[in-house]
C-alpha cells in the first residue's frame, strides 16, 4: 500500500522558515503528483502548494504565494514545502496527499479528490 508520511512541523515565531518533508513508501515517488494541503481547527482543508510528476509543474495557493515554493528529490521519495516568511496564520495541520496514477490532473483543489493522505505535521506560528 502507498503511504505519504510528512515531517518537520514544530513551533516558530512570526517571520521564520521551515522545511516540511513528505515521503512515500510503498510506491515509486514520480508516479505520483503531489499537493500540500493544510487545516487550522475548525476551518477546511485549503490546497496550499502542488507539484507534477516531472516537476516541471507546481501551483501555489493564494495565501501562500510568494512565500511557499515546493519541490521534490525522487531519488529519496520526498517532496519538500519550503515556507518562509511565515505568519500566525499560517498555524495548521499540514498534509501532503496524492491523486489517482491514473488522474487526469496533477492537482485539484477539492481534498475529497485525493486517494492517499498523510497523517499530517503540526506547524505553528506565533506573533
Known amino acids: 500500500q502507498v503511504q505519504l508520511v510528512e515531517s518537520g512541523g514544530r513551533f516558530l515565531q512570526t517571520g521564520e522558515s521551515l522545511r516540511l518533508s513528505c515521503k512515500i513508501s510503498g510506491g515509486t515517488l514520480d508516479q505520483y503528483a503531489i499537493t500540500w494541503f493544510r487545516q487550522a481547527p475548525g476551518k477546511e482543508r485549503d490546497i496550499v502548494a502542488a507539484?507534477?510528476?516531472?516537476?516541471?509543474?507546481?501551483y501555489t495557493g493564494d495565501s501562500a504565494r510568494g512565500r511557499f515554493s515546493i519541490s521534490r528529490d525522487n531519488a529519496k521519495n520526498t517532496v519538500y514545502l519550503q515556507m518562509n516568511k511565515l505568519e500566525p496564520d499560517d498555524t495548521a495541520v499540514y498534509y501532503c496527499?496524492?491523486?489517482?496514477?491514473?488522474?487526469?490532473?496533477?492537482?485539484?483543489?477539492?481534498?475529497?479528490?485525493?486517494?492517499?493522505w498523510g497523517p499530517g505535521t503540526q506547524v505553528t506560528v506565533t506573533s
Open positions: 507539484i507534477s510528476q516531472s516537476g516541471l509543474q507546481t
Open positions: 496527499a496524492s491523486l489517482e496514477r491514473t488522474s487526469p490532473f496533477y492537482y485539484t483543489s477539492t481534498p475529497s479528490d485525493y486517494r492517499y
